[in-house]
């Protein structure tokens, strides 16, 4: 159907609801609504689990029933478990990712209403503003000083203007093919630089020139650090894996065993050897860390950024509103000779009311400071502000009085004067003035106050429309001062940061004088400045080599402020970015971990990681606290799957050679895994040690890789060990070899988390109760199991006394030396290079 024109009518709820059902979300890659049951099905895909229920298949119909019910039900639980915790972890992240989803005001049943982005539907009519994201492909119905820059789909900085077209019939169609430069037509990514407009929506989700453009590029995030990390260690152990069970089934082969058996036992020590539940104990723990965020109204749009936040090393911030208030105040006013002057504020005030570009801080506090009475003035025109520039001009009649007013940064605005007001006359500015007005900007600024230098020009009655072209041969009027005092809680707030070794780098589109007083203000030792002007003097490579010894980047521009981060990256630091603008949404987008806040333009809050919707950068160490207690929770949990576990699988594949019989039941070992998992499940609860807080967290996958080395055969010797007492001393029949040996390789799995986990002593440093309860009830079941009728089914057997004094003495034994070796191991790390971070002093 043909949408009205007139704002006001739009669509109804109904025909909506109908555009929905049939053209689908407007999302560019509608997430795939994962069900339980899809997941669960997802999860049994793992070749590995299918090849054990097949050959346990086969074994049951060569009669052992039995066991095959028992992988059966041990697969089920251990795939349920897993399951149940994602999907709870998934919901709650969920909603509270919909607190800061994109929303749109549309028109619906008359009314304008906000809704979520991906309601909109072909025919809906969308109210867009400075700030703005443009929400679909779309149509220009009506336009008032309407720029918009399209950057994401043409590459071109510039804004550029649109409206409706001339004489086109309202309401018509777009045309097939619009082209990015068509006057009226709007696409999905573009931002809105200023203005307002109403805008007919044409093309939602994939069908949107930027959908398609994502379709055919089609590049996936790229992953980060510690999902590159994870991904590779899963190789590396599945390699082994592929190794180790390839050569038990050679070997059983050669020494003729029942090939069926042998199968089924080398699968199950293949399953046993997966480290299933690392997907779901790093989601479990990242969703944990989120919730509490949560609580400190910090919202995170991308989970993995909680562990990115922990791994961070260097945080670059802008300036207002994140280290300062977010209000600021009108200080005073004055002319080029520096006595406070009422017409320079009322020049201000009229480019700051008329402007229709997203409102400034600077904006808002002009307006504050006088109530609007009648304005004489009527506006004909605008060149919006962007940050390439830095100022903004209006052009405005009064009868035949036709005036340009610009305000903006004092460089640029002095650059583009030719005359200065003194109050009487408008004299040339030599280049004596030029100095006086320079000097008056840099006193001001080494205040701490912030100035906007506010010029004019008498442009001929006949003009009605300006461009950037137009902006010179101004006479200068004067400074409007403001204060932009720090927060009260800022300088606290970066002492923490300092203190969990963390860089603070500030870039902003301020000028030096201003910034190094709010240094000074908080405490902030000044490193090095390096200014606009000097960035673009350097190529990449010379900024790379820049950016580690300066911590103050003044008058940027939005796309030096992007070249700074990714600098950054490429010296291997771990970055985040904290900004509100729309100056601020590329370098958002490309640090590791993007921060905004929730009264951030929507390009901002769209490009970053994490909302906070408090202005308080307290709640970043907390953040960053809750990143480094995840790593170190998931580290646990690989060490834990290298140490014991692991060593205790290859020890059962050596062993199998030279045993007269399987040291465990293909059925006793899936079980043994289930148990083994159990335990680990609150893990992601743990406790860490205050100290290991202090240091950003990295992956180090090379640091996991030798603590496999280190404790691998550690668990091996003590393995053998309990193989070659239960058969040479003991004379152990295989049931009773094979209880002892559940027994003991479980207990040793499971306590010897008690040492893992801290780096300090076992004992003085405590688990969370929930660790410990886990850790100690599976070991405790595992000595049962041989004495309940369950454990029969299993093919158990009570233990002679000897057998548990041997299995009590090997398990303490092992911890003992489990813990002597850690401190070796810590005492040995080689030791990282340290990165001096500039900080408070
Ligand atoms: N509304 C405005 N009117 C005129 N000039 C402006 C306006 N807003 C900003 N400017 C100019 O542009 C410069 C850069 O803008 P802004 O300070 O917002 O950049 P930023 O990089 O976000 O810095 P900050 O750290 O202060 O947030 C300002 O210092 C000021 O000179
Ligand atoms: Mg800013």
């Known amino acids: 159907m043909e949408a009205p024109v007139v704002a006001g009518i739009g669509l109804s709820e109904h025909q909506a609801r109908a555009g929905l059902a049939e053209h689908g979300p407007n999302e560019i890659q509608p997430a795939a609504p994962r069900s339980l049951a899809r997941r669960f099905v997802a999860r049994l895909a793992n070749p590995l689990l299918l090849v054990l229920l097949a050959a346990s298949a086969i074994a049951a119909l060569t009669g052992d029933a039995l066991s095959f019910g028992i992988v059966l039900a041990v697969i089920l639980a251990s795939v349920v478990l897993d399951l149940v915790q994602e999907q709870r972890a998934d919901r709650a992240i969920e909603s509270l990712q919909q607190a800061v989803a994109l929303r749109v005001r549309v028109w619906r049943d008359g009314q304008c209403v906000e809704r979520p982005a991906p309601e909109l539907v072909p025919g809906d009519l969308v109210q867009l503003g400075a700030g703005s994201l443009v929400p679909a492909d779309g149509t220009v119905l009506q336009a008032t000083d309407f720029f918009v820059n399209q950057a994401l789909l043409t590459g071109e900085a510039v804004p550029v203007e649109k409206h409706a077209a001339p004489g086109a019939p309202a309401g018509s169609a777009a045309p097939a093919e619009a082209t990015l430069q068509e006057a009226r037509a709007l696409f999905m990514g573009s931002s809105v630089v200023s203005g307002s407009a109403l805008m007919r929506v044409d093309a939602t989700g994939a069908r949107t020139e930027f959908g398609r453009m994502a379709q055919s590029l089609r590049q996936p995030e790229p992953p980060t650090e510690f999902e590159r990390g994870t991904r590779r260690f899963g190789m590396m152990l599945t390699r082994a894996t592929v190794a180790l069970v390839l050569a038990v089934l050679l070997l059983n082969v050669l020494y003729q065993r029942p ?253 030096e004088l201003v910034t190094r007083h709010l240094c000074q203000a908080l405490g902030l030792r000044v490193q090095g400045v390096l200014t606009g002007e000097r960035i673009a003097q350097l190529d990449d490579h010379g900024l790379r080599a820049a950016v580690t010894r300066h911590n103050l980047f003044c008058r940027v521009t939005p796309e030096q402020k992007n070249r700074i981060v990714l600098a950054l990256r490429a010296r291997g630091h771990v970055v985040g970015y904290l900004g509100d603008g729309a100056n601020d949404a590329a370098p958002l987008h490309s640090a590791d971990v993007g921060i905004s806040v929730d009264g951030a333009v929507d390009v901002a809050r769209q490009a970053a990681d994490l909302v906070l919707l408090e202005h308080d950068l307290g709640v970043l160490q907390q953040g960053v606290r809750e990143g480094r207690r995840t790593v170190l929770n998931v580290d646990k949990y690989l060490f834990m799957a290298t140490s014991s576990n692991f060593g205790n699988m290859v020890s059962m594949a050596a062993a199998a050679l030279w045993l007269p019989f399987l040291p465990m039941r293909p059925a006793q070992i899936l079980l043994n895994n289930l148990l083994y998992d159990l335990s680990e499940l609150a893990l992601p609860l743990d406790r860490v040690r205050e100290s290991e807080m202090l240091k950003p967290r990295r992956w180090d996958i090379a640091r996991i890789r030798r603590f496999m080395l280190w404790f691998g055969p550690l668990s091996s010797v003590f393995d053998l060990a309990a193989f070659a007492l239960l058969l040479g001393v003991l004379r152990a029949t295989e049931p009773v070899f094979q209880s002892a040996w559940f027994v003991q390789s479980l207990a040793t799995q499971v306590l010897v988390v008690f040492v893992i986990r801290t780096p300090g002593t076992a004992w003085r440093d405590r688990p969370s109760p929930w660790v410990a309860a886990a850790s100690l009830g599976v070991a405790a079941l595992a000595l049962a199991l041989p004495y309940l009728p369950p454990g029969r089914a299993f093919g158990f057997v009570p233990l002679p006394a000897s057998a548990l004094v041997m299995v009590g003495t090997l398990t303490a034994a092992y911890l003992v030396a489990a813990e002597a070796l850690k401190r070796l191991f810590h005492r040995s790390a080689p030791r990282r290079r340290r990165r001096r971070a500039p900080g408070p002093r």
């Open 259 to 511: 090939p069926l058996e042998s199968f089924l036992f080398a699968v199950a020590l293949a399953v046993g050897l997966t480290p299933e539940l690392l997907p779901m104990i790093v989601s479990v723990t990242l969703a944990r860390g989120a919730m509490r965020l949560a609580r400190s109204r910090v919202v995170v749009r991308r989970l993995s950024a909680v562990q990115d936040l922990g791994a961070m090393d260097v945080l670059c911030t802008d300036k207002t509103g994140t280290l300062t208030e977010a209000t600021l105040r009108v200080e005073r006013a004055v002319d080029a000779q520096g006595l406070d002057c009422e017409a320079v504020f009322e020049l201000a005030w009229l480019n700051s009311h008329f402007e229709s570009g997203v409102k400034s801080a600077l904006d808002d506090a002009i307006l504050a400071r006088r109530t609007p009475g009648a304005v004489p003035w009527r506006k004909l025109d605008e060149v919006p502000f962007d940050f390439e520039r830095r100022r903004v001009s209006v052009l405005l009649q009064r009868g035949d009085e036709r005036l340009l007013i610009c305000k903006g940064a004092p460089e640029d605005v002095l650059r583009l004067s030719a005359a200065w007001d003194d109050g009487q006359a408008e004299p040339a500015l030599d280049a004596a003035a030029r100095a006086r007005i320079a000097a008056l900007f840099e006193a001001h600024s080494a205040q701490g106050l912030r100035l906007l230098a506010v010029a004019r020009r008498r442009v001929d009655a006949g003009t009605v429309d300006v461009s950037a072209a137009d902006e010179h041969d101004f006479v200068f009027a004067g400074f409007v001062a403001f204060a932009d005092p720090p927060k009260a809680s800022t300088a606290a707030a970066l002492r923490e940061l300092h203190a969990h070794g963390i860089a603070l780098k500030i870039i902003t589109g301020d000028n």
